[in-house]
């Protein structure tokens, strides 16, 4: 069996708030992280779009060697996880894997709520998907699940607006729209990985009761507990502590916004991906 490092997608920068949750849980094994921003957002996309998209990176990763790849996107695993699963993994590589980031924040939301009423911020593509409910309550057939999508909020964190006063006229807007839906919501769950860079903000304009989850540190916790119990997959993952990164656009670029969602210098490469 082919021995190889963790492999870390999204369509952009956010899963790097994941890889970091995931990195300091699980310091010991090697990591590559690609981020597909030439062809980012996803999020607005249509599904045979990301599906084709998604399946193209996850191709690359197998290339490269990983036997695990983690979609730290939440798009990706709406759209295109169950498909590659299901239709492409036995063509491409039966013994490798493919996880994604909503089946454990979902397997766990429950825990979190007492009033059973979650509320997902997401975007457009991952809402639409309605995998979040489906998820949820599939673990807690009792919950209710309310969703809003914020189709701004991406481009201002991308565009680093996100600390500028501006950015709080959107916060305050899907949050509202969100709480409207229910009194009752207890439980907000941040459905993008670029989410949690405006955590504080959003923190601000909740009521006080209701808590706020990002997905980073509930990821971590299940992949570390994912490969206690597939002994035979934590085997074939090197362990030497390194990271890499890829992206399909400017290193320039992802350098410099990589320090914003990762917390520290990162030194991209560039790769070219046919399709």
Known sequence: MQQGPIGIFDSGYGGLTVMKEIVQQLPQYDYIYLGDN????????????????????????????????????????????????????????????????????????????????????????????????????????????????????????????????????????????????????????????????????IKQQLPENVQLLSQGKIVAESLADYLQRHPEMEERLTKGGTKQFFTTDSVTDFDRHARLFYGSDVLAKHVELVG
């Open 38 to 201: 030439a062809r980012a957002p996803y999020g607005t996309r249509s599904f045979e779009t990301v599906y084709r998209y998604t399946l193209e990176c996850v191709e690359w990763f197998f290339k490269q060697g990983c036997p695990l790849v983690i979609l730290a996107c939440n798009t990706a695993s709406a759209k295109a996880l169950r498909t590659i699963q299901q239709n492409d993994l036995q063509q491409l590589n039966p013994d490798n894997r493919v996880l994604g980031v909503i089946r454990p924040t979902a397997e766990v939301i429950g825990q979190y709520s007492k009033t059973k009423n979650v509320g997902v911020l997401a975007t457009a593509g991952t809402v639409q998907s309605e995998s979040y409910e489906i998820e949820i309550t599939k673990f807690y057939p009792d919950a209710k699940v309310f969703q809003q999508a914020c189709p701004m909020w991406v481009p201002l964190i991308e565009n680093n607006e996100h600390t500028n006063a501006g950015a709080d006229y959107f916060v305050k807007e899907y949050v509202d729209e969100l709480m409207q839906q229910s009194a009752d919501i207890d439980t907000v769950l941040l459905g993008c990985t670029h989410y949690p860079l405006l955590s504080e903000k």
